[in-house]
């Protein structure tokens, strides 16, 4: 089955950068679309990136301009770049995909949504 892998979270200073990493694990499958949430304490899930599977990208206000969405479709990847983090930017962040797979004797599976496990990230002096 088709797992999500996150990986890149952790402390940083304000000002600071990261890079989250999200690795759809398995092979014979495609990303369709994708998007990355954070939760923060006594907060709703957030959606702060996402794309289509036409490739369109979609940011909050809140991270505009700070946060970057790309893939990597050679390694089946999703990545969101954090720039000049903020205290406010502390949650934990999800990775969410919709995922088309293949069996080993090539039947396509139907598309599934996927979750990662989610990664800290904390921004703090």
């Known amino acids: 089955q088709v797992q999500l892998m996150e990986s890149g979270g952790g402390l940083v200073q304000p000002g600071g950068s990261l890079r989250l990493s999200c690795v759809a694990s398995g092979s014979r499958l495609r990303i369709n679309a994708a998007g990355w949430y954070r939760q923060g304490p006594g907060r709703e899930r957030e959606l702060v990136a996402s794309?289509?599977?036409?490739?369109?990208?979609n940011y909050a206000d809140s991270v505009k301009g700070r946060f970057t969405i790309s893939r990597d479709t050679t390694k089946n990847t999703v990545y969101l770049q954090m720039n000049s983090l903020k205290p406010e930017d502390t949650a934990v962040y999800y990775c969410?995909?919709?995922?088309?797979?293949?069996?080993?004797?090539?039947?396509?599976?139907?598309?599934?949504?996927?979750w990662g496990q989610g990664t800290q990230v904390t921004v703090s002096s």
């Open positions: 969410n995909a919709d995922i088309n797979s293949w069996r080993f004797d090539g039947t396509p599976v139907a598309g599934k949504d996927y």
């Open positions: 794309f289509t599977i036409d490739g369109m990208t």
